[in-house]
């Protein structure tokens, strides 16, 4: 007997933003396989007497191997329980769900994929601001500021990251900022670009500092919390400086 495996987007953290369909599968699941970022009130909405599992991954701290969260989704899917597996932000945005769905895949277990608000839209929305702007930001693009080994990725694009024309938002690059932010002046990026630390989005630890990407490198080269965070820079519109 085959169970069935639901891939749920929780959001940034605040148990408000989660979709009706996501509060519907945790209210249903026997087992919850959980995030670090999708713990605590999300976990409300599950049903008294599920199994609730951490699986989370946090850098610099100890977290459970890939391969072992992907047999536990396979072995208790096996069983015949309704699995969620509860990721942050949106699960298809830096959520290793391809290597999850792969390992179901193999084992002939259906599933599905819930979206849920991403992280980045609502660290935006917090700061009153969107991520496009007409003839000014004329797209945006979501990239990792960290590789498998924690350091600034090697294959970046830096005509497109130093385009003065996009919103580029930076997930898990607190500590590689510096790195980048100076590589991208050296594209040509102007130094005084506004940019956006937001962190702990969703949560009530949240904070919000605006900056330039020359400041911002300078300030986290010197010293950083642990706080999960993304960064977002370019043409950003400044709520304060439209009044």
Known sequence: ?????????SGPG?????????ADRLARADVVLFDDLSSGPILGHARAGAELIAVGKRAGRPSPKQDHVSRLLVDHAK???????????????????EEELVALHEAGIEHEIIPGVPSACAAAAAAGLPLTRRLTARR?????????????????????LADPGATTVVFMGKRTFPKLAADLIAHGLAPDTPALLAEAVGHPEQSLHRSSVAALAAELAEARSDKPALILYGPLYDPEAAR
């Open 1 to 9: 007997m085959s169970g069935f495996v639901s891939f749920v987007s």
């Open 14 to 22: 605040d148990p408000e933003l989660l979709t009706l369909k996501a």
């Open 79 to 97: 069983t015949g329980q309704r699995v969620v597996r509860l990721k942050s932000g949106d699960s298809g945005l830096f959520g290793r769900l």
């Open 140 to 160: 945006v693009q979501f990239v990792t500021g960290a590789d498998v080994t924690g350091d600034l990725p090697e294959t970046l694009t830096w005509a497109a």
